[in-house]
């Protein structure tokens, strides 16, 4: 049984920092595509940031230079460290987790497990 576990979220002015962790619960952690996606009502999951088993990264056009995925393997922890956040990036995140190919622009339907999500709060 596999179980993600989001937290880090909250209310940050513009321009300010969050890190997000993700803590998996269930054997072969290292093995898998590890992503984060983040959804606002009315609107499909978008897929921002994805590492893969050998830590490879890649990441939404909308992210990129701002928002780092990184992940212990040894914790079973994947984190997202946002920088300069804007308005825009408010938003409920989630954790996610696929085997094999790994690429941000997946679409959620291919991703097998999820967290329950935290919200982020940019003002």
């Known amino acids: 049984h596999v179980q993600l576990v989001e937290s880090g979220g909250g209310s940050v002015q513009t321009g300010g920092s969050l890190r997000l962790s993700c803590s998996a619960i269930?054997?072969?952690?290292?093995?898998?595509?590890m992503a984060w996606f983040r959804q606002v009502p009315g609107k499909d999951r978008e897929g921002i940031a994805v590492i893969d088993k050998d830590g490879r990264t890649n990441y939404a056009d909308s992210v990129t230079g701002r928002f780092t995925i990184s992940r212990v393997n040894a914790n079973q922890t994947t984190y997202l460290r946002m920088n300069s956040l804007k308005p825009e990036d408010t938003a409920m995140y989630y954790c996610a987790r696929r085997n094999g190919f790994c690429n941000p622009a997946l679409p959620s339907k291919e991703f097998t497990y999820w967290g329950q999500g935290t919200q982020v709060t940019v003002s």
């Open positions: 269930g054997e072969g952690f290292g093995r898998y595509c």
